[in-house]
T-cell receptor
Framework: DTAVSQTPKYLVTQMGNDKSIKCEQN?????MYWYKQDSKKFLKIMFS???????INETVPNRFSPKSPDKAHLNLHINSLELGDSAVYFC??????????????FGNGTRLTVT | AQTVTQSQPEMSVQEAETVTLSCTYDTSESDYYLFWYKQPPSRQMILVIR??????QNATENRFSVNFQKAAKSFSLKISDSQLGDAAMYFCAYRSGDNYGQNFVFGPGTRLSVLP
């Protein structure tokens, strides 16, 4: 009965590879996000989708491509991985339609290590 | 763009004592929402408390309460009767009240240690 689930939990890969992180939420929320948490624990938004439509696209290398097949899923694909991509990536969802104080519900994060 | 500042990178508190974590933010908006999240070593992000800017009453959740000073743009978190399980990173977050302001902006975090 996990609310926001993302897989895998850990991802270790070599530079230059392509990898994907999957995210699913069963809360019925209409907005999903990807956040990156760097080694200093700073959280920064990467993308946000509302009902499968991209609404926030921060300055992120175009090697990162989000895909939302439906409003319950938001996957993150990363091409040509670089050392600097090593971080924890969080998927999250919220439902502003229910009230603009609707908080973010986070997945448990994916720790990506690029060697 | 909105910014959130947490001026205390690290704090410590004795078990059963009270500690206050600071948060200030910069915005020109009058309608917005504020949140505190806790991240224990498990790295899970847990909502602690939230506050609507239009409400003058400070939010309270059990041992957690906030001191919201809208004019000063300050949103501090008070933890009473601190427990060992409160040890974590604490993040303050801002969300615009705009319908399209769905971005949550986070502060850099405060690492709280609880001493037995």
């Amino acid at each position: 009965d996990t609310a926001v689930s993302q897989t895998p939990k850990y991802l270790v890969t070599q530079m230059g590879n392509d990898k994907s992180i999957k995210c699913e939420q069963n809360l019925g929320h209409d907005t999903m996000y990807w956040y990156k948490q760097d080694s200093k624990k700073f959280l920064k938004i990467m993308f946000s989708y509302n009902n499968k439509e991209l609404i926030i696209n921060e300055t992120v290398p175009n090697r990162f491509s989000p895909k939302s097949p439906d409003k319950a899923h938001l996957n993150l694909h990363i091409n040509s991985l670089e050392l600097g991509d090593s971080a924890v990536y969080f998927c999250a969802s919220s439902h502003p339609s229910l009230g603009r104080n609707s908080p973010l519900h986070f997945g448990n994060g994916t720790r990506l290590t690029v060697t | 763009a909105q910014t959130v500042t947490q001026s205390q990178p690290e704090m410590s508190v004795q078990e059963a004592e009270t500690v206050t974590l600071s948060c200030t933010y910069d915005t020109s908006e009058s309608d917005y929402y504020l949140f505190w999240y806790k991240q224990p070593p498990s790295r899970q992000m847990i909502l602690v408390i939230r506050q609507e800017a239009y409400k003058q009453q400070n939010a309270t959740e059990n041992r957690f309460s906030v001191n919201f000073q809208k004019a000063a743009k300050s949103f501090s978190l008070k933890i009473s009767d601190s427990q060992l399980g409160d040890a974590a990173m604490y993040f303050c977050a801002y969300r615009s009240g705009d319908n399209y302001g769905q971005n949550f902006v986070f502060g850099p975090g405060t690492r709280l240690s609880v001493l037995p």
